[in-house]
């Protein structure tokens, strides 16, 4: 079989960024919306996790998965009958790509505040992948961080109090 430059290339991206790369489109699976308790609804994919906190002054949105993942979060949030323009905070529980890699378009798209643990700025800013292995390809599209939290930091928005716990 005769391999094209292209297609050489496409496979060393693709075995430089391992597992994670293969699972994309696992993760990407579409998934239908649904209520948890409360105020609490997921929003995800079937692969990975974006939750919606409804409360009485707008949204917190929590994770924005990957930058192709962001179609289906904004659809699911319609289709729980919420609107993209009441997301005012974006919380993000660590930098790895796959759970960062939405969160510029996200954030361009509802106008909402990003809010991240003091330790993940700096990936989140910078749009580098943090993990053991150094994998380029997992970087997520770099977005600016509007509130540093520390561990124990209170949330509040409306009449919901969320506490940052540093794990």
């Known amino acids: 079989m005769a391999w094209t430059k292209l297609a050489v290339a496409a496979l060393a991206t693709a075995m430089a960024a391992g597992p994670a790369f293969a699972q994309r489109d696992n993760w990407n699976k579409p998934t239908e919306p649904f209520h948890i308790a409360g105020n609490l609804y997921y929003v995800g994919t079937e692969g990975l996790a974006s939750y919606l906190v409804v409360t009485n002054e707008g949204s917190i ?41 939405g969160l510029a378009q996200l954030k361009n798209d509802t106008g909402a505040q990003l809010y991240a643990m003091e330790g993940d700025v700096s990936a989140l800013e910078d749009g580098v992948y943090l993990g053991s292995e150094d994998v380029k390809a997992m970087g997520a599209p770099p977005v600016k961080v509007d509130k540093t939290l520390q561990d124990g930091a209170v949330v509040k928005l409306g009449d919901t109090v969320l506490t940052a716990n540093l794990t």
């Open 61 to 101: 949105l929590i994770d924005g998965a990957l930058p192709d993942s962001v179609p289906q979060i904004e659809a699911n949030i319609g289709k729980l009958g919420f609107k993209l323009k009441d997301v005012k905070i974006i919380l993000n529980s660590h930098a790895h790509f796959d759970h960062s890699g």
